[in-house]
Nanobody
Framework: VQLQACGGGLVQPGGCLRLSCAASGGIDRINDMNWYRQAPGKQREMVAG???????NVADSVRGRFTISRDNDKNTVYLQMNSLKPADTAVYSCNAVLRLEGQSSWRMYWGQGTLVTVSS
């Protein structure tokens, strides 16, 4: 199983970025998909999550600025980030709770991080 995250980069304050994370490799079904971030010297925190049915939850720190969505046909989760602030600078990682083909158990898998830097 591979979760490939991309879309990070350098952006000025007030700018926007769209992250994506695509899951692949013998997947039967995906339940929850989530975005986390870890800023330098800080603990990892959950940014946003979305269920297979489309229910979402977003951290207070990004509510109204970040939007999570997913494309179940593509096994992909997105994070649209608007009105970015320097405090949003962090490595953003995705995870997914999924079941592999031929298996009955669900497991959480993590993708590699993508760096978002908000700076003028």
């Amino acid at each position: 199983v591979q979760l490939q995250a991309c879309g990070g980069g350098l952006v000025q304050p007030g700018g926007c970025l769209r992250l994506s994370c695509a899951a692949s490799g013998g997947i039967d079904r995906i339940n929850d998909m989530n975005w986390y971030r870890q800023a330098p010297g800080k603990q990892r925190e959950m940014v946003a999550g979305i269920s297979s049915g489309g229910s979402t939850n977003v951290a207070d720190s990004v509510r109204g600025r970040f939007t999570i969505s997913r494309d179940n046909d593509k096994n992909t989760v997105y994070l649209q980030m608007n009105s970015l602030k320097p405090a949003d600078t962090a490595v953003y990682s995705c995870n997914a709770v999924l079941r592999l083909e031929g298996q009955s158990s669900w497991r959480m898998y993590w993708g590699q991080g993508t760096l978002v830097t908000v700076s003028s």
